[in-house]
């Protein structure tokens, strides 16, 4: 693994929140999009070499409404940067670290995804992600 890439938090309301972290950060986001297959809209922040990513459900029955209705807005998940998404997987899975998607998806910002299972990562839901080229 690179790098953390990015935070993911948890909003029930992403102009609110996004007026929220322009004022703690000092800048606005550099992207807004929504990710259908996930049900979310996300907005993004780049501070330093890290980025903040807010999530807000776009329908009930996404993972981020269920967050939020199980636990409340918050830190939800964090991301990891990696050169090469599908061997990485695979050493992962080979160190007995649980997959939550056997195949790499089309996440946000022009990044194919695979997140971990929390119960293998101290309750933590961790992403890979790896950069699309093209």
Same mark, same amino acid.
Request: charged share 25%.
């Given at each position: 693994?690179?790098?953390?890439? @990015?935070?993911?938090? %948890?909003?029930?309301?992403?102009? #609110? ?6 004022? =703690? !950060? ?17 907005? #993004? $922040? ?8 807010? =999530? ?10 269920? $967050? ?7 830190? @939800? @998940?964090?991301? #990891? ?17 649980? =997959? ?7 996440? %946000?910002?022009?990044? !194919?995804? &695979? $997140?971990? @299972? ?10 890979? &992600? ?5």
């Amino acid at each position: 693994m690179q790098q953390i890439e @990015h935070i993911g938090i %948890a909003v029930k309301n992403l102009e #609110f929140s996004n007026n929220l972290f322009t004022k =703690l !950060l000092g800048i606005t986001p550099y992207k807004q999009e929504s990710v259908e297959s996930e049900g979310v809209m996300t907005s #993004f $922040f780049q501070t330093g070499q890290t980025k903040i990513e807010l =999530l807000e459900a776009t329908n009930p029955e996404s993972r981020i409404a269920k $967050f939020i209705e199980k636990k409340g807005e918050g830190i @939800h @998940h964090i991301a #990891f940067e990696v050169a090469d998404i599908l061997t990485e997987m695979e050493r992962l899975k080979s160190e007995g670290f649980i =997959l939550l998607n056997e195949v790499p998806k089309k996440g %946000a910002d022009n990044k !194919l995804v &695979c $997140f971990l @299972h929390p119960k293998a990562t101290n309750s933590v839901l961790v992403e890979l &992600c790896q950069s699309i080229i093209g």
